[in-house]
């Protein structure tokens, strides 16, 4: 498609914005590039604090923070001097083996004070896709050392999202991300994901919670305990579900199967990581801990790209005491980059001097409490809150649950109904997802479900 072409009149309106739009359609590859979305881009040019101000000098609140990833809100000058003074006093050194820098040291001391009391050591990665790859070949080193590498399956769930490598994409529960590219990796399987509103069971003898829980069971005894590696999951699915928070007894359920059947648990907690719902790590709700955290965006408040996994002592353990030859033979060229550490170790003394993670649980009180006008609404499924991390699921028919139609346009005329009221997010099929800035203050909390609610009455007519 030529690049003129795609440029609708809002565009052309502004030259400015139509030479910028037209360079960037002849030059540029978007993640999950599709020139029909790209006719008018926003074209965002500063932010502060939860705002973000596009070229024609418009606002709008940043209601997913970025990514789900800036917590610390926009214009922060603390991490600019963070990364500044690392640029200029070391902007790059290796970490591989027999080379290390203090800004990695210093994170990994201090990340191993606020993960779950199991977690020992930390490798860094760019961010949270090859965090997933890293935490699947580490899953399957660990069991070929310990004289079992016929234990290299890994189990995920339907509606999880992991990233977008080759091994990542295959983890991911959403199949539009593997359709495309041609045959998924081999190893990997899914399970149907808790979903409390949508999971349904002919079992009466546990809880729901407990019933999907064990779909994980049957899917190890299926396929043989000594053929898995490890189950990966989010804590609350976020990207490919559309925040879905599980039953309260659902992780102490997989601790255990895991546990009895030798599968390891990765925790993917690159949005639910770093304060994002409450706690510092989200498994902490249910008393859980893994045996792999895997981390990115918030713990840089994507002001640089980081991300990692974290893994047990018993897992370092294998890794350091294995001949040279059959090492842990992995890593990136910018694994554990000096300003990438430089600035997330600025970050987290940000969230811990302001009480954010304290904040996260305190606002997302207050959030649900504004959204409960829309408990009753007859377009509204479910509303889940959990700290600052939140999904509105709209329904066609409140009573079954019924989706609306594929097609239906109700999602992306919500997305617009709250992008005209000033509020930029993501609207999953009919989920309204919500992530602001851990530092969003009470009346721009109040203003969010305020503008959420109206949005929602205008497109239902509700
Ligand atoms: C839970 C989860 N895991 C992994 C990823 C992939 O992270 P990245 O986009 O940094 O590669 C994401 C991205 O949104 C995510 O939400």
Redesign the pocket.
Same mark, same amino acid.
């Given at each position: 498609m030529n690049a003129p072409s795609v440029l609708n009149a809002a565009v052309k309106r502004d030259p400015e914005k139509g030479a910028i739009v037209r360079q960037d359609n002849r030059h540029l590859i978007h993640p999950q590039h599709h020139p029909s979305e790209h006719r008018d881009p926003h074209v965002w040019v500063s932010g502060e604090g939860v705002k973000l101000t596009n070229l024609e000098g418009e606002q709008y609140i940043d209601g997913l923070a970025g990514?789900?990833n800036v917590y610390v809100g926009h214009g922060r000058q603390e991490l600019v001097d963070a990364a500044s003074r690392q640029l200029g006093t070391l902007a790059f050194a290796t970490a591989y083996a027999g080379s290390t820098h203090l800004p990695a040291v210093e994170l990994a001391e201090t990340l191993k004070r606020l993960v779950y009391p199991n977690i020992d050591a930390f490798y860094f990665t760019? @961010? #949270? !896709? &090859?965090?997933?790859d890293s935490s699947i070949r580490t899953a399957r080193f660990y069991w070929g050392a310990k004289g079992r590498p016929d234990k290299f399956k890994v189990i995920s769930r339907r509606l !999880?999202?992991? /990233? !977008?490598?080759i091994g990542?994409a295959a983890a991911t529960g959403v199949d539009e991300f593997s359709a495309v590219f041609g045959p998924r990796a081999n190893g990997f399987l899914q399970i149907d994901s808790p979903y409390p509103y949508r999971f349904t069971t002919e079992r009466t003898d546990v809880s729901p919670g407990v019933a999907a829980a064990e779909l994980l069971e049957e899917a190890i005894v299926r396929e043989g305990p000594e053929t898995v590696a490890a189950f990966i999951a +989010?804590p609350v699915q #976020? @990207? /490919?579900g559309g925040v879905l928070v599980p039953q309260a007894d659902y992780f102490q359920r997989i601790r255990e199967i895991c546990d009895r059947y030798d599968v390891l648990l990765i925790s &993917? +907690?690159?949005?639910?990581g770093f304060g994002r719902t409450g706690k510092w790590f989200a498994l902490e709700h249910w008393g859980v801990q893994p045996d792999i955290l895997?981390f990115?965006?918030g713990i840089t408040s994507g002001y640089f790209?980081l #991300?990692g996994i974290g893994v047990s002592g018993a897992i370092k353990e294998v890794m350091d005491s294995v001949p040279p030859d059959l090492r842990w033979m992995h890593g990136y060229t910018c694994s554990a980059h000096p300003v990438a550490c430089a600035v997330a170790i600025a970050n987290i003394k940000i969230l811990e001097e302001e009480g954010l993670v304290e904040r996260s649980a305190a606002l997302g009180k207050r959030l649900r409490e504004n959204l409960a006008a829309l408990d009753d609404h007859p377009h509204v499924g479910e509303v889940r809150v959990l700290g600052l991390l939140a999904g509105i699921e709209l329904v066609a028919d409140k009573a079954t649950g019924e989706r609306y139609p594929s097609g239906s346009g109700v999602g992306k005329r919500v997305r617009d109904a709250l992008f005209s009221r000033g509020l930029l997010t993501r609207v999953l099929d009919e989920t309204i997802c919500l992530a602001p800035p851990l530092v969003v203050s009470e009346d721009e909390v109040d203003r969010i479900a305020r503008i959420v609610i109206e949005s929602i009455v205008d497109v239902t007519g509700r």
């Open positions: 990514m789900w760019l @961010g #949270g !896709s &090859d965090a997933t !999880s999202y992991h /990233g !977008s490598t990542a +989010e #976020g @990207g /490919g &993917d +907690e690159v949005i639910t895997q990115a965006k790209p #991300g």
